[in-house]
């Protein structure tokens, strides 16, 4: 039996020896093999399978990795890594010590730029153009990016930006119509009308901001695709090419479910069926607990609207978006535009919840500082995937956001241990006169009777949840149950546990009680460590002069976590229930 054509390569040196109909055998094959691995090791696959063609002319026509790509956020980058040397290691994708969700420059040099994040690749292709024209270097520069990442306003910078230079760039817009989500807004009715039969006449957006425009063309008729992408090689200057693929392409129930195919899970296949989880009786999702419980609030209080930077399904706003869509934005990706369209509506004395995730609310900062803190705006911060996120690794992970808001002014920021106190805090949040940022993670919580009647939280409040004379740990978030479980398995520590649920503002007078009280203090956190919960409890000691008692503090080491499953970069870290064990036995003796 013949071996398969992906099976004889290694990389675009062995591609590019291909004929036509050969690399028309090979389309087929890296699906097939997409689809075989991520069915049963999980990933993203609906972005990859949608740009296979797309992929393979892109290395067949370009000399990479001398000429230099770029893809933007890098969900569709599956199939470039499998065609760039790294088939055989494809199985460890996401995997502790494995591949790479996202491209990532310590892995290949085929991967020109690190990724995770949207709308970045335009400004990183611009600047290694220019880079090459100052050194006279004669390669090619390509991003792929698209219809949903090109929206968001760093990406309209990076355009208005290379559209008034002579660089060598090719601007690649990979239009399905989806992001995660499904895209929206103006732009996406733009995209829409000139692929129509009846666009408009004259010159497009594109054109207008002096790109030289090609399409709309099919981007999964490979022959098209490296006709064009090769008379691409000989014209000079800024060029754009709008090219329609469909997300999903070649697995029917991913073509169908966009949504849910983005990241399915274990699936079937050769069917595409997802399989079940057949434990009916777990506790909800963090996120859903946000969802249904923003919706009650929102029936009882018509002045709460919702807004998400285009994550309604990842952050459960879906549930408002379908109970409330007059009061519910979809604002597509574009964190600093949401945290002020926030802003704007707080002014109004409407109540604004914003849902987004940790390691978005990042590229918000000066948002949240400039137009929020400063002006002392009632913005409810509902902070999604906070603390260790998994697979997805380091652009991911949610750790800086007690650091990163805790140094500004005005705002409250709580970090409830279960969907109870998640639950609560939601409601108290109704209520406040200032910014207030209320974190929680990814996954599961601990109870599966958490609808229950609401109960306002003082602002600064903190719970003891048990005594000891050794000394006292002082959690926030779900590590308090993780202390919970520690302190009954090994009672021998002796140690008394608060829930602090406040990181800002700190309770000063319990601190004041646990200070005078306990001959050691620790501190434990889902947050990195450089800045954070732990840092202001060191703060309050030496301001109130108990610089005489020790503090250990736990969390998120000072670097940048891997990839990996939670619990593995949790025992990586010494964040599991041993590795905290040991760093607390270790310090109280």
């Given at each position: 039996?013949?071996?398969?054509?992906?099976?004889?390569?290694?990389?675009?040196?062995?591609?590019?020896?291909?004929?036509?109909?050969?690399?028309?055998?090979?389309?087929?094959?890296?699906r097939h093999f997409i689809i075989d691995i991520v069915s049963t090791k999980k990933g993203h696959l609906g972005a990859g399978l949608g740009v296979v063609e797309l992929s393979i002319a892109l290395h067949y026509v370009y000399n990479t990795p001398e000429d230099l790509l770029i893809w933007d956020v890098g969900h569709q980058a599956y199939p470039h890594k499998i065609l760039t040397g790294r088939k055989k290691l494809f199985y460890t994708n996401r995997q502790f010590g494995g591949l790479s969700g996202f491209p990532n420059r310590e892995e290949s040099p085929y991967d020109a730029f690190g990724t995770g994040h949207?709308?970045?690749?335009?400004?990183?292709?611009?600047?290694?153009?220019?880079?090459?024209?100052?050194?006279?270097?004669?390669?090619?520069?390509?991003?792929?990016?698209?219809?949903?990442?090109?929206?968001?306003?760093?990406?309209?910078?990076?355009?208005?930006?290379?559209?008034?230079?002579?660089?060598?760039?090719?601007?690649?817009?990979?239009?399905?119509?989806?992001?995660?989500?499904?895209?929206?807004?103006?732009?996406?009715?733009?995209?829409?009308?000139?692929?129509?039969?009846?666009?408009?006449?004259?010159?497009?957006?594109?054109?207008?901001?002096?790109?030289?425009?090609?399409?709309?063309?099919?981007?999964?008729?490979?022959?098209?695709?490296?006709?064009?992408?090769?008379?691409?090689?000989?014209?000079?200057?800024?060029?754009?090419?709008?090219?329609?693929?469909?997300?999903?392409?070649?697995?029917?129930?991913?073509?169908?479910?966009?949504?849910?195919?983005?990241?399915?899970?274990?699936?079937?296949?050769?069917?595409?069926?997802?399989?079940?989880?057949?434990?009916?009786?777990?506790?909800?999702?963090?996120?859903?607990?946000?969802?249904?419980?923003?919706?009650?609030?929102?029936?009882?209080?018509?002045?709460?609207?919702?807004?998400?930077?285009?994550?309604?399904?990842?952050?459960?706003?879906?549930?408002?978006?379908?109970?409330?869509?007059?009061?519910?934005?979809?604002?597509?990706?574009?964190?600093?535009?949401?945290?002020?369209?926030?802003?704007?509506?707080?002014?109004?004395?409407?109540?604004?919840?914003?849902?987004?995730?940790?390691?978005?609310?990042?590229?918000?900062?000066?948002?949240?500082?400039?137009?929020?803190?400063?002006?002392?705006?009632?913005?409810?911060?509902?902070?999604?995937?906070?603390?260790?996120?998994?697979?997805?690794?380091?652009?991911?992970?949610?750790?800086?956001?007690?650091?990163?808001?805790?140094?500004?002014?005005?705002?409250?920021?709580?970090?409830?241990?279960?969907?109870?106190?998640?639950?609560?805090?939601?409601?108290?949040?109704?209520?406040?006169?200032?910014?207030?940022?209320?974190?929680?993670?990814?996954?599961?919580?601990?109870?599966?009777?958490?609808?229950?009647?609401?109960?306002?939280?003082?602002?600064?409040?903190?719970?003891?949840?048990?005594?000891?004379?050794?000394?006292?740990?002082?959690?926030?978030?779900?590590?308090?149950?993780?202390?919970?479980?520690?302190?009954?398995?090994?009672?021998?520590?002796?140690?008394?546990?608060?829930?602090?649920?406040?990181?800002?503002?700190?309770?000063?007078?319990?601190?004041?009680?646990?200070?005078?009280?306990?001959?050691?203090?620790?501190?434990?956190?889902?947050?990195?460590?450089?800045?954070?919960?732990?840092?202001?409890?060191?703060?309050?000691?030496?301001?109130?002069?108990?610089?005489?008692?020790?503090?250990?503090?736990?969390?998120?080491?000072?670097?940048?976590?891997?990839?990996?499953?939670?619990?593995?970069?949790?025992?990586?870290?010494?964040?599991?229930?041993?590795?905290?064990?040991?760093?607390?036995?270790?310090?109280?003796?």
């Amino acid at each position: 039996m013949n071996r398969s054509i992906l099976q004889q390569m290694d990389g675009p040196d062995d591609l590019r020896k291909l004929s036509i109909e050969e690399l028309n055998v090979l389309v087929d094959e890296l699906r097939h093999f997409i689809i075989d691995i991520v069915s049963t090791k999980k990933g993203h696959l609906g972005a990859g399978l949608g740009v296979v063609e797309l992929s393979i002319a892109l290395h067949y026509v370009y000399n990479t990795p001398e000429d230099l790509l770029i893809w933007d956020v890098g969900h569709q980058a599956y199939p470039h890594k499998i065609l760039t040397g790294r088939k055989k290691l494809f199985y460890t994708n996401r995997q502790f010590g494995g591949l790479s969700g996202f491209p990532n420059r310590e892995e290949s040099p085929y991967d020109a730029f690190g990724t995770g994040h949207s709308s970045t690749s335009i400004s990183a292709i611009l600047g290694m153009a220019l880079a090459a024209k100052l050194e006279n270097k004669p390669r090619k520069h390509i991003a792929v990016i698209g219809d949903a990442s090109i929206a968001s306003g760093m990406a309209f910078e990076a355009l208005n930006h290379t559209g008034v230079t002579d660089a060598e760039v090719l601007i690649i817009l990979n239009d399905n119509e989806m992001g995660i989500d499904p895209h929206v807004g103006a732009l996406k009715e733009y995209l829409t009308q000139i692929k129509s039969d009846d666009k408009p006449s004259g010159k497009n957006i594109f054109e207008d901001l002096n790109f030289q425009y090609f399409g709309p063309i099919d981007g999964h008729d490979l022959p098209a695709l490296i006709a064009v992408l090769k008379k691409m090689q000989q014209i000079k200057g800024p060029k754009f090419l709008h090219i329609i693929t469909t997300k999903g392409k070649g697995l029917p129930q991913a073509e169908k479910d966009q949504v849910t195919y983005h990241a399915p899970g274990l699936f079937d296949k050769n069917t595409g069926e997802i399989k079940p989880n057949f434990n009916k009786n777990l506790p909800p999702k963090y996120q859903d607990v946000f969802g249904l419980t923003l919706v009650e609030l929102a029936k009882k209080n018509d002045k709460i609207i919702g807004i998400t930077p285009a994550m309604p399904t990842g952050t459960s706003l879906k549930y408002m978006i379908e109970a409330f869509p007059d009061r519910s934005f979809d604002v597509g990706i574009a964190e600093q535009h949401a945290v002020t369209f926030a802003g704007g509506f707080a002014t109004q004395g409407f109540v604004p919840y914003l849902a987004i995730y940790s390691t978005f609310l990042q590229r918000a900062y000066d948002q949240i500082i400039h137009d929020i803190a400063l002006q002392n705006l009632p913005v409810v911060f509902c902070i999604d995937r906070a603390g260790i996120v998994g697979n997805d690794g380091a652009t991911h992970h949610g750790v800086f956001d007690i650091s990163f808001l805790r140094t500004i002014p005005n705002i409250t920021i709580a970090v409830p241990r279960d969907e109870k106190a998640l639950r609560n805090l939601l409601y108290t949040a109704q209520f406040t006169q200032n910014p207030i940022a209320i974190r929680y993670p990814r996954g599961r919580g601990v109870h599966t009777r958490w609808q229950l009647p609401f109960q306002k939280i003082d602002i600064g409040y903190g719970e003891q949840l048990s005594d000891g004379n050794k000394g006292a740990i002082l959690s926030v978030g779900p590590f308090g149950n993780t202390i919970q479980q520690l302190l009954k398995e090994y009672p021998e520590l002796d140690l008394a546990h608060y829930d602090m649920i406040f990181v800002k503002p700190l309770k000063e007078s319990l601190l004041h009680h646990i200070f005078k009280k306990y001959p050691k203090i620790i501190s434990l956190e889902d947050g990195t460590i450089s800045g954070g919960f732990g840092s202001a409890l060191e703060a309050f000691a030496q301001a109130n002069n108990y610089t005489q008692t020790p503090i250990k503090v736990l969390g998120i080491p000072d670097r940048f976590i891997p990839h990996g499953s939670v619990d593995k970069l949790m025992e990586s870290i010494g964040l599991d229930i041993s590795g905290i064990y040991d760093s607390i036995k270790a310090f109280i003796n």
